[in-house]
């Protein structure tokens, strides 16, 4: 069913056996219309009643296929216990999105999945109509039947297939939708459909791939940023029992691309533990970069050098902020850092290739699937037709399975054997091979009057730029566009300030850096909304009072959205009420892909200064929940999430390389340290237009420090911290 649907017809509704498959198209992120670029998704309705939707969108934990089932189901009066869920085939030919990002796999598919359902009911209703011979206005579908109001006979969605295949698919932008008042699945709190396979373990995650004649591989990467293979000496490593192979792999990178691999020496053998055990009896020896001496002591010398320089880039100019610093009035300026940081998922990279002749077969967690298959096709000179990729289900990604490189590095070595070869990652060459979240400095400067009004504000944000790293098309030399990711909601503040001025500097690093989930919005939203706190309690207001009086009055959506969340988490976390010695609660609120979130923690810090985060209260502004459980789910994920980098989570450079290696040093989230979480959701009936899954990172550090301040009198600039001192 295309955009418009006067070019669709029944050359479109493909027949399989006897089910009837309905395509209909999905559109790009952030369009809102499906392009004229025709079919790109399917839905099957089979005899039996069983109705499949073929979800482009990978799951990697968020629960979108779930969201996305819902949706469909939803407008095609499907019974909810009849609806399945597989992933679509890797097929950039038919698929047009086969990714996930920047949370928008619920509301990128909101329309385009109501209309997808609710023409499929409608051509069951017709065909319906015409077996009762009566018109279509007395029937109603339901629960995956059609009833005849007059007469209430009754036909199941299973036998009007052969029927509806005969009706050409109404315009998809006339089919009537319901109206929300009407839903029966969209706001239920329904368990995901993932839930029974991976509770029983018939899931199947990269890790779990298994072929017949399949072997098992490691690579040797050389621990410095930028080094390269000298030489190596394999007598050993084969002399271990089980190892088959020992061979060089080269370095890769795709000009113009955000991924590389760094080679190395693969080590090929019939098991895991065989190949692991041939990785430390490998000989080797690395040529080192200029980068190889790079450490975390020399990249701060630098940082502080850049915050005293003259900016790179002046990004917002309003009115006269440096002027207005100096006007009568409360001065207050604070630094703030956050280190590099890890994505750490649980199941680290792994991919499973079969190289056949002309043609590649693998399994692998990606969240873009087309983009591993694209880099595939092309390293081995095939055209894309000749490249399957079976998206598995992933343990985590958080951005990192954005990249191929794994999938890639998976390529080489079953290119040079010819056989099914699982590739897997350890742990240590998960954190110590990763793309790190930049490294930031954030300085920031304001002016505030006796009411409290910011009369100026000044910020100055410093970091290893990811667009520099990669350096995409040659671009780097654009300021703006080494500022890109890096800005991420500091050039929208969404305060009254009467000057304003965003300043950028990028520090050169080779440490290998991307996205890392709600990408530079925590680095911008720690510093902005601490210092917030600061200037509430400078002006000597409550800190929650202070920001919803400086909301900005020109955004009248943005103010009430986030007006909304900060009185409502405030609100369920007893803001106000007195705490015991030692307790303190701080707020902090930002936005994500225009999802409004406000946090409040209430933290305790003992004696000894030990830090203890005891209870998280979220409110959320994402339009109306599909999946209001999901919603909670991913919002409590992302609290959690933060805390890893509040508590623990720092990777340090030492010797050219990450000096942390597992979950022992690299410290991430205990249960036992986890705090109870509490999410609100804002009633509202808006369409889900704003993302959740990355929403819950950005406002838990600011609000944790906060939390501290009111508990210790103590400011915190810098994360990871487990003891105030």
């Not at 038919?94 to 409608?122: C, D, F, I």
């Not at 030489?231 to 089980?242: C, H, I, M, R, T």
């Not at 909601?489 to 304003?500: E, G, H, I, K, S």
Request: glycine content about 8%; hydrophobic content about 40%.
């Amino acid at each position: 069913m295309r955009g418009g649907g006067r070019e669709v017809n029944r050359r479109i509704a493909l027949k399989t056996g006897a089910a009837l498959m309905l395509g209909f198209c999905l559109p790009a992120r952030g369009q809102q219309k499906a392009a004229a670029g025709g079919v790109n998704a399917w839905i099957s309705i089979a005899p039996d009643d069983i109705i499949t939707l073929f979800a482009e969108t990978p799951e990697v934990g968020q629960g979108t296929r779930t969201a996305n089932a819902m949706m469909l189901a939803e407008e095609l009066e499907a019974d909810w216990a009849k609806v399945r869920v597989e992933q679509a085939p890797t097929v950039p030919a038919v698929y047009k999105h086969l990714g996930t990002g920047g949370s928008g796999g619920t509301w990128n598919t909101w329309m385009p999945l109501r209309q997808a359902g609710a023409q499929a009911r409608e051509m069951l209703l017709r065909a319906a109509a015409r077996q009762f011979s009566a018109p279509k206005q007395e029937c109603r579908a339901g629960k995956s039947v059609v009833v005849h109001l007059p007469t209430g006979r009754r036909l199941r969605y299973g036998e009007l297939v052969e029927a509806a295949q005969q009706i050409d698919p109404p315009d998809l932008e006339q089919v009537p939708l319901k109206d929300p008042k009407d839903f029966r699945i969209i706001g239920q709190a329904i368990p995901r459909v993932d839930v029974p396979s991976k509770t029983d373990g018939s899931a199947i995650f990269g890790v779990d791939a298994r072929v017949p004649g399949m072997l098992y591989a490691v690579i040797a990467r050389c621990p410095h940023f930028g080094g390269t293979l000298a030489s190596f000496d394999a007598a050993a490593a084969l002399k271990v029992p089980g190892v088959r192979r020992a061979f060089a792999v080269a370095r890769l990178h795709q000009p113009g691309s955000d991924n590389r691999t760094v080679g190395g020496v693969a080590i090929v053998a019939d098991s895991t533990w065989a190949a692991l055990q041939g990785r430390k009896a490998l000989k080797v020896a690395w040529s080192r970069d200029p980068a190889g001496d790079e450490n975390s002591v020399g990249l701060q010398r630098r940082f502080d050098a850049a915050l005293d320089s003259e900016p790179m880039l002046i990004a917002v100019n309003q009115g006269d902020a440096l002027g207005a610093l100096d006007s009568p009035g409360k001065k207050l300026e604070a630094y703030y850092e956050v280190p590099f940081q890890a994505h750490a998922p649980m199941e680290p990279m792994n991919t499973t290739v079969h190289v056949k002749e002309g043609s590649i077969e693998a399994w692998s967690p990606n969240q873009h699937a087309d983009t591993a298959l694209k880099a595939m096709a092309e390293l081995a000179g095939l055209s894309p037709d000749r490249v399957t990729i079976h998206t598995t289900l992933s343990g985590g990604s958080f951005g990192r399975r954005t990249h191929w490189d794994f999938s890639a590095e998976a390529w080489q070595v079953a290119n040079e054997m010819r056989v099914p070869v699982q590739l897997l990652w350890t742990r240590e060459d998960d954190l110590q091979h990763d793309f790190l979240r930049p490294f930031f400095a954030e300085h920031l400067s304001a002016n505030i009057n006796a009411s409290g009004e910011i009369q100026a504000w000044r910020h100055r944000i410093v970091s290893t730029s990811v667009h520099a790293y990669f350096n995409w098309g040659g671009k780097s030399p654009d300021p703006a566009f080494l500022a890109g990711l890096e800005l991420n909601r500091a050039d929208n503040l969404f305060y009254r300030a009467a000057n304003t001025r965003l300043e950028y500097t990028p520090v050169s690093s080779a440490a290998p850096r991307a996205w890392l989930r709600s990408v530079d919005t925590a680095p911008n939203a720690f510093a902005s909304e601490s210092f917030m706190d600061e200037l509430a309690h400078a002006a000597g207001i409550d800190p929650l009072q202070y920001r919803l009086q400086l909301l900005r009055d020109d955004r009248p959506d943005d103010t009430r959205r986030m007006r909304a969340v900060l009185q409502l988490a405030a609100e369920k976390s007893g803001w106000g009420k007195p705490l015991p010695k030692g307790h303190g609660r701080g707020i902090a609120c930002y936005i994500f892909t225009f999802g409004y979130v406000a946090e409040v923690a209430q933290v305790s810090v003992d004696a000894d200064g030990k830090l203890r985060v005891h209870r998280v209260v979220g409110a959320v502004h994402c339009g109306m929940p599909v999946n209001p459980e999901s919603v909670r789910s991913q919002i409590e994920s992302g609290i959690n999430y933060a805390l890893t980098t509040v508590l623990s989570g720092e990777i340090t450079i030492e010797n050219g390389g990450v000096k942390q290696s597992n979950f022992h040093d690299y410290r991430v989230l205990r249960m036992s340290e986890a705090p109870e979480i509490e999410v609100q959701i804002v009633p509202t009936t808006e369409p889900p237009e704003r993302g959740v899954g990355e929403g819950g990172v950005p406002p838990l550090a600011p609000a944790v420090a906060n939390a501290i301040f009111a508990a210790t009198g103590k400011r915190i600039r810098r994360f990871p911290v487990a003891k105030i001192v």
